[in-house]
């Protein structure tokens, strides 16, 4: 994210929300913490419309993706469990996002 953008974002977020926000390492997703639900649909055309971004979002059963350690700690592993993991958090995730 550029130093433009993120003021972008937060001049939104102070506008219609708490002005709080988490920002995800797995995923990159900026979090926006704490608003009400009728400012949900301006904050949505604001950020869509007037930043031109991108508001998928992988849910929580994808944001911090765990598996079996596999091959990795045991030699009788008969799967690759952790490329199954990446494998399936790149594909569901490039799914869930809007284009």
Aim: negative net charge; glycine residues 12%; contains cysteine.
């Amino acid at each position: 994210y550029t130093a433009d953008y993120l003021r972008g974002i937060m001049d939104i977020w102070d506008l219609r929300g708490s002005g709080l926000t988490n920002m995800h390492g797995s995923t990159g997703d900026i979090v926006l913490l704490g608003t009400t639900t009728p400012q949900l649909e301006e904050i949505f055309f604001d950020v869509t419309h007037k930043m031109n971004t991108d508001l998928g979002g992988s849910g929580g059963n994808l944001r911090t993706p765990a598996d079996c350690l596999g091959q990795s700690r045991c030699e009788f592993a008969c799967y690759d469990t952790q490329d199954l993991c990446h494998t399936l958090t790149n594909d569901y995730q490039d799914e869930l996002h809007r284009p």
